[in-house]
């Protein structure tokens, strides 16, 4: 029997593999899935920019690859997963707030203490995706790269400023909720409007289920 193929599915932390990883081996299941986790953003990460950040995603095919002794035609896929985390509003809806001692987001604005440090970070973040975008293949594997608007929590639990305890625990009640569920779970994917996601809430990985664009919004209204 041939060796399954490598769908490598690239996400920024434990609550998303908590969620996503086990629905995705389901759905994948001629193929054999590894989520890895970036601990942290790829696309704002210090001293990435968009004339590296493609070989900073490529670092993590060939270190995975290097360490489990596969070539580049065991890989299936690339799948990037990423939180678009404002990084497309406009400057005017940051605002600062003295007593956000973190980032706080809502379908308005977003508030934290240094409003030019976000308005930075958002800048490499929208240089960075649009980059990513563009890009076709990395490392010789087909490549595409899928968002969460405005993060994990925000598109599959509809909250915002989740606690890591709350992370954890939502991520574990929704792998739970779907894993029985597929077609519910590709519902919830494809059409969310017919869930419960609301304006301003964003969720595209669609690609999987056959179309082939990404589109980045978070508050359309603004």
């Known amino acids: 029997m041939a060796r399954k193929k490598i769908v490598f599915v690239i996400v920024e ?10 629905l995705l081996i389901r759905i994948f299941e001629k193929e054999s899935v590894y989520v890895h986790v970036n601990h942290g953003d790829i ?12 070989n900073q995603v490529g670092n993590c095919i060939r270190e ?5 002794h596969f070539k580049r035609s065991d890989f299936k896929e690339i799948i990037h997963i990423i939180d678009t985390d404002g990084a497309f509003v406009k400057d005017s809806v940051i605002k600062e707030d003295q007593q956000a001692k973190k980032t706080i987001y ?29 890009k076709d293949e990395i490392c010789n594997i087909p ?10 929590d925000h598109a599959l639990y509809n909250k915002l400023n989740s606690s890591d305890d709350e992370k954890e625990e939502d ?6 909720k779907y ?20 304006l301003g809430r964003g969720i595209n990985i669609s690609k999987i289920y ?13």
């Open 143 to 152: 490549y595409s790269i899928y968002y969460m608007s405005c993060n994990l």
């Open 179 to 198: 894993s029985k569920n597929i077609p519910a779970f590709i519902k919830f994917i494809k059409f969310p409007t017919e869930t419960h996601v609301p």
């Open 210 to 222: 056959g179309i082939i664009y990404i589109q980045e919004i978070l508050f359309p209204s603004l």
């Open 13 to 22: 932390g434990p609550s998303d593999e908590e969620a996503l990883g086990a």
């Open 171 to 176: 991520s574990y009640q929704f792998a739970k």
């Open 106 to 134: 809502s379908p308005s604005e977003i508030r934290t203490m240094n409003p030019h440090d976000i308005i930075d970070r958002n800048k490499q973040k929208r240089e960075n995706i649009l980059r990513l975008i563009m």
């Open 64 to 68: 995975y690859e290097k360490k489990n």
């Open 43 to 54: 696309t704002s990460k210090s001293r990435v920019n968009p004339s590296n950040i493609v």
